[in-house]
């Protein structure tokens, strides 16, 4: 297995932590995305969309964090990322949702760029977007976790998986960018269990190969 | 089943097309999204984000379009929605999150209100923002769609599905701000093929009680 990365994608952190979680190795293939590289030939062949993280299995190549993650659980069912009961199934993946639909796509590197070089937004007012999305984000994820019963030392009962793999790299880089989480205390006890555990050290942008 | 929806969004719509695809019967909530109805507390009760859709089966409430699909895939399996064999499943997860996660987040109506609102931007530019973004995922995914052996009739394969149930609602919204389609033929093609069904008729916006 190949994992086309970048040390600080908060997709393919949410993807490394999946393969960590079920002990997969896997080769790394970094993609610098600062300084462009997504956009050379060669890897736009990999992804002609110029993302990372794509991961290669049986010579085939799956897109879409997400989409991914849950192909990892189809295919390594142990240990299970995702409940088998539906209901509790909708719970994770919704969880999931709220972060990759409504706070990571707002705030990622391209529409940042967008924000200050074509409509020349201040650092202020970029900041002050960045800022938005998260709390508007978490303040939602908050209160499903702090009132929802199956919340546990995790998102979903007492062990890791889909929902936390999204949120701990959105707590990252949340910090990044100094967001206030204390008004986020669930957010942050979850966060915090999370990365006592090794797989969440191992997929930490911190240690991987390319980090600066 | 009861289905918290307003006709014009699109999150709303997918899941309606996946409730006809599945020939399941539903009363139809509407929430006044333009009026500000979501904010209202007997709406705040069900769903704290103030987002629709929510639907309601067997006395739970479940969130977040792509999840609530995939339950019902799951409880209801026939016809499927998404394929059985775990890289088919990647595929069509892959291309519905391009538009979930790519496209959609950016320019929904919340976002479009803060671009005016907070950032101040003339219309001109909230328009070319609306543009840049659905022209960039369009490309990514007509390129797949054009290139990739498993398109079919339609998203993958001679059958509609999860990435056709994204697709649909966000052409209608490109149309709605004047998008241009023509270098995206595929998707205009596939979004021809699903118009053409009883499902996606039944789900379209213009024939919601609660359409303007």
Redesign the interface.
């Known amino acids: 297995m190949k994992l086309y990365s970048y040390f600080r994608s908060s997709a393919a952190y949410r993807v490394r932590i999946a393969l960590a979680l079920k002990g997969l190795d896997y080769e790394y293939a970094s993609i610098q995305i600062a300084k462009g590289k997504q956009f050379e030939p060669e890897y736009a062949a990999v992804n002609?969309?110029h993302l990372v993280p794509v991961l290669e299995d049986?010579r085939?190549l799956?897109?879409?964090s997400?989409?991914?993650i849950?192909?990892l659980d189809?295919?390594y069912p142990e240990p299970r990322i995702l409940p088998i009961d539906?209901?509790e199934?909708?719970r994770v993946?919704?969880l999931a949702?709220?972060i990759?639909?409504?706070i990571?796509?707002?705030n990622n590197l391209r529409?940042l760029k967008?924000?200050t070089d074509?409509?020349k937004?201040s650092d202020e007012?970029k900041n002050?977007?960045y800022h938005?999305w998260v709390t508007t984000g978490f303040t939602?994820l908050e209160?499903?976790l702090a009132t929802e019963p199956q919340t546990g030392r995790f998102c979903h009962g007492d062990k890791p998986g889909f929902a936390d793999i999204s949120l701990v790299p959105q707590v990252a880089n949340a910090r990044r960018f100094k967001v206030d989480l204390t008004p986020f205390p669930t957010i942050v006890r979850i966060d915090a269990a999370c990365n006592e555990l090794e797989a969440f050290k191992k997929a930490a942008p911190q240690v991987q190969p390319d980090a600066e």
Do not use: G
Request: glycine fraction near 0%; charged fraction near 20%.
């Open positions: 002609p969309q049986e085939k799956l897109y879409q997400l989409a991914i849950q192909y189809e295919t539906r209901f199934r909708n993946r919704s949702l709220i990759a639909c409504e990571h796509p707002l529409v967008y924000l074509v409509l937004v007012q002050a977007w938005h939602a209160h499903r």
